[in-house]
């Protein structure tokens, strides 16, 4: 079995920065992609960012020059750094990975239960 778990959620002011982190346990293999994907009130679910396993990044243009993915492989776990935080960044953000279960041949695709970022004065 993998979980993942994110941690870091907040309130935050406008302007202001926030950490969040996925940690992924279990029977794990190896970690191809992890992503960042948010959803806010109302709206669907948006890719946020996301990681290759050598650290290649890709952004929404919305979060571009402010968001920072990074992971640990070591850890098996996955980071966004969060700054010039705006009210429309508002959201549960999940984790999601590409996850390659110890003894099966098969990748799967894993998301943790989301942590909540709110921002606002």
């Known amino acids: 079995q993998v979980q993942l778990v994110e941690s870091g959620g907040d309130l935050v002011q406008p302007g202001g920065s926030l950490r969040l982190s996925c940690a992924a346990s279990g029977s794990i293999s190896s970690i191809g992609f992890m992503r960042w994907y948010r959803q806010a009130p109302g709206k669907q679910r948006e890719l946020v960012a996301r990681?290759?396993?050598?650290?290649?990044?890709n952004y929404a243009d919305s979060v571009k020059g402010r968001f920072t993915i990074s992971r640990d492989n070591a850890k098996n776990t996955v980071y966004l750094q969060m700054n010039s935080l705006k009210p429309e960044d508002t959201a549960v953000y999940y984790c999601?990975?590409?996850?390659?279960?110890?003894?099966?041949?098969?990748?799967?695709?894993?998301w943790g239960n989301g942590t909540l970022v709110t921002i606002s004065s």
């Open positions: 990681i290759t396993r050598g650290g290649t990044t």
């Open positions: 999601n990975a590409d996850v390659l279960p110890k003894g099966s041949l098969t990748w799967m695709d894993y």
